[in-house]
Every structure is written in structure tokens, then in C-alpha cells.
């Protein structure tokens, strides 16, 4: 089993860049895979981005091709989401999970972290 908990969320303007954390508590982290999502009101989880075991496979949204970057430090227990260029549309609450096989769907995500919410203004 895994806990998991992001932060890096905030506030920021059209065209900045936040970084987002996901830590993670469990000996085992390192054999999960790692997938963030968001998600706005009355909306299901839209998959972002995802990281196989090791890192050595990454996985990305149409829509945040060439803006956002996820990688992981299984030493530090923890993935992030580099996201630059943000864009309104960009602005929902980000949550990371954890399953075995790396996948763009969240039913297949076994942990959930709490989320961290993104605004992003013009």
C-alpha cells in the first residue's frame, strides 16, 4: 500500500509555470506506476500524464505535449509535473495515483493522493 500527497499547486498567470510534487509513503513506491489527472467540477478525472517503473517510459495528454514533463526520484519517493506555458484551460485540481501497470485510464489507478488545485488567470 502507498499514501500519496501532492503539493505545488497555486495561483498563476497565463504563460507561467508551477511544478507539482507527488510524495509518497511505502517502501514499494518504486514498483508502482505513477499517472497525474485533474479534474474540474462535474467533470470525471481527465488523464495528464503518467510514468512507467523506473521512469524509463512516459505517457502524455494530447494537450499538454510540450508544456508539462513528468518524472520521478524513487530515491526521494516522489514524481513531479513540471507544467510551463499554462493556460486557462489548464486550471483544475491535480491529482497523482499509483497503479501497477501505467495506463491513461483512472479506473485502473488503485492509490489517490487529496489533489491540489491549479487556477490559472488571465
Known amino acids: 500500500q502507498v499514501q500519496l500527497a501532492e503539493s505545488g499547486g497555486g495561483s498563476v498567470q497565463v504563460g507561467g509555470s508551477l511544478r507539482l510534487s507527488c510524495a509518497a509513503a511505502?517502501?514499494?513506491?518504486?514498483?508502482?506506476?505513477v499517472g497525474w489527472f485533474r479534474q474540474t467540477p462535474g467533470k470525471d478525472p481527465e488523464f495528464v500524464a503518467a510514468?512507467?517503473?523506473?521512469?524509463?517510459?512516459?505517457y502524455y495528454a494530447d494537450s499538454v505535449k510540450g508544456r508539462f514533463t513528468i518524472s520521478r526520484d524513487d530515491a526521494k519517493n516522489t514524481v513531479f509535473l513540471q507544467m510551463n506555458d499554462l493556460n486557462v484551460r489548464d486550471t483544475a485540481i491535480y491529482s497523482c495515483?499509483?497503479?501497477?501497470?501505467?495506463?491513461?485510464?483512472?479506473?485502473?489507478?488503485?492509490?489517490w493522493g487529496q489533489g491540489t488545485q491549479v487556477t490559472v488567470s488571465s
Open positions: 510514468v512507467s517503473q523506473n521512469g524509463e517510459k512516459t
Open positions: 495515483a499509483a497503479c501497477d501497470i501505467v495506463s491513461p485510464s483512472s479506473h485502473d489507478y488503485r492509490y
Open positions: 511505502g517502501r514499494t513506491f518504486g514498483s508502482y506506476a
